[in-house]
C-alpha cells in the first residue's frame, strides 16, 4: 500500500467509526474530524515520506482548511451499475491508472444539488481492504483550493449506504511538490458546478496547477 492512501485510509477510520455509530452527535463528529486533521498535521511535519518538502517542513505549521461545516457531510446510497467500465486517469506525470466506474451519489448542499462518479481502484494490493475513490473539482479550485482537483477515499461498505463527508476532503499530494509526486487527474465527469467550501484548502501561494 503506498503511503498516500495508508495515509487517507488511517485518517479516515476514527471519522468512519464516528459515522456508523448510534446517533452521534454534533460535537463527536467535529472532535473526530479535528484529530483526523492533527494526525495529518504531525504525520507532514515528521514522516520521512512527507510530501512536504524538506526545505519547507521547518516552517510547517499545519495544512489549512476551511472551518468544519456539517452541512457538508451528507448520507446517501451509491447507485451501482450494472456495467461498470474501465477508467483511465492520467496523472500529472508519465503514467496512467486504471479504476472502475463503480457507480454514483446525488447530493444536496445548501440548496445545491450535483452527482459524482464513483471510482474503484484497480492498481491496490490484495490485502488492501476496499474502497472507493472520489476525485473532484469545484468552483474553489485555483482560488482557495489546489488547481488541480481534491480528493476523497470513503471504505466500502455491503449496505450501500454511505457518509460522504467533504470536511475530509484532501489535496494530492502533488500540492505540495509538484515535481516529486504523480497524481491523478480528476475526471471532467466529476466537476461540481457551485463552491465546496470545505476540507482542505491551498498551503502555498503558487499551487495553482
Known amino acids: ?5 495508508r495515509l487517507s485510509i488511517l485518517i479516515l477510520i476514527p471519522i468512519f467509526m464516528v459515522s456508523c455509530g448510534t446517533s452521534p452527535n454534533q460535537a ?7 484529530e483526523s486533521r492533527t494526525k495529518k498535521d504531525d504525520y507532514f511535519s515528521t514522516a520521512t515520506n512527507s510530501p512536504i518538502p524538506e ?3 521547518n516552517d510547517f505549521d ?6 468544519i461545516d456539517l452541512n457538508y457531510r451528507i448520507t446517501t446510497n451509491i447507485v451501482e451499475y450494472s456495467d461498470k467500465d474501465t477508467v483511465v486517469m492520467p496523472t500529472t506525470k508519465d503514467r496512467e491508472q486504471y479504476y472502475l466506474r463503480w457507480g454514483n451519489f446525488d447530493f444536496t448542499i445548501d440548496g445545491n444539488t450535483d452527482t459524482l462518479q464513483v471510482y474503484k481502484p484497480l492498481q491496490i494490493s490484495a490485502d488492501h481492504e476496499p474502497y472507493f475513490f472520489i476525485p473532484f473539482y469545484d468552483e474553489t479550485n485555483n482560488q482557495m483550493t489546489y488547481g488541480g482537483g481534491r480528493y476523497l477515499d470513503i471504505p466500502v461498505q455491503a449496505s450501500g449506504k454511505y457518509v460522504i463527508d467533504f470536511n475530509q ?3 494530492p499530494y502533488c500540492a505540495y511538490d509538484y515535481e516529486r509526486w504523480s497524481c491523478p487527474m480528476p ?14 484548502k491551498l498551503l502555498y501561494k503558487d499551487e495553482h496547477h
Open 1 to 5: 500500500m503506498n503511503s498516500v492512501l
Open 28 to 34: 463527536d463528529i467535529r472532535t473526530a474530524i479535528q
Open 55 to 57: 526545505n519547507k517542513r
Open 62 to 67: 499545519g495544512l489549512n482548511y476551511f472551518p
Open 169 to 171: 476532503a484532501y489535496n
Open 187 to 200: 475526471p471532467m465527469e466529476n466537476r461540481v458546478d457551485f463552491p465546496v467550501d470545505a476540507g482542505e
